[in-house]
């Protein structure tokens, strides 16, 4: 079973602080998911990545397969930023195993 | 109209009744979840499909049942509802692309079982 492990669990940022977000699994993976769930419960899909680097808008997610390690960082953080972040990683052909989640909040 | 819709959105229940709770997408997507969620704990899995002729047990099936009525169709079911069965309940679906396996949730149920 894959183990995942998320730090923070909660974070306080000023607005316009870096943020980063860390996550950690146990076994090998095929991809990574990071996830962000709204105050209201919604959740939605920020990056799918199997390699490397991705960026979208102010969020970049990072990938190290063999050190079995992902980060999400926020750039020049804001107020609706404040949200749960949670990893995702899958192996293979299998279901996304999900970590407990950060929780985001940005204080203006 | 939203391409995961779960119904009911909120229900509340008392033990030992049955109870499904209906997702149905129109993304088109082959692979459909069940995840319940508790404070503390994150998402977990209780049951998935990979098509309409295909269901597998999750990390936490015991006291569910699915049902894949269709491609666009996944109920869950309760068969008789305890109140440690009270969590939000999220559908979600996945294309089967390797290169871009994308998730879509629904909005959740919140279930009460009093």
């Known amino acids: ?108 | 109209d939203a391409d995961v819709t779960q119904t009911p959105r909120n229900r509340i229940t008392k033990t030992g009744k049955r109870i499904m709770l209906e997702c149905s997408q129109t993304k088109g997507h082959d692979r459909m979840y069940w995840y319940r969620q508790d404070p503390g704990l994150g998402l977990r899995l209780i049951y998935y499909s990979f098509d309409v002729k295909d269901i597998n047990k999750g990390e936490i099936s015991d006291g569910y049942s699915v049902s894949r009525q269709a491609q666009a169709k996944f109920s869950l079911s309760l068969e008789s509802a305890i109140p440690n069965q009270t969590a939000l309940y999220f559908c979600a679906t996945s294309d089967r692309d390797g290169a871009n396996y994308g998730y879509t949730f629904g909005s959740g149920t919140r279930l009460t079982v009093v």
């Open chain 1, 1 to 108: 079973k894959n183990e995942v492990e998320q730090s923070p669990q909660n974070l306080t940022a000023q607005e316009g602080e870096f943020i980063t977000i860390n996550c950690s699994y146990s076994v090998g993976i095929s991809a990574l998911h990071w996830l962000q769930q709204h105050p209201g419960g919604g959740i939605v899909s920020l990056f799918m990545l199997s390699s490397g680097k991705k960026k979208h808008g102010r969020l970049i997610a990072t990938i190290n397969i063999q050190e079995k390690h992902s980060s999400l960082h926020i750039t020049a953080s804001h107020p609706r930023d404040s949200a749960v972040y949670i990893c995702a990683p899958r192996a293979g052909n299998t279901p996304l195993v999900f970590g407990k989640g950060t929780r985001l909040s940005v204080i203006a």
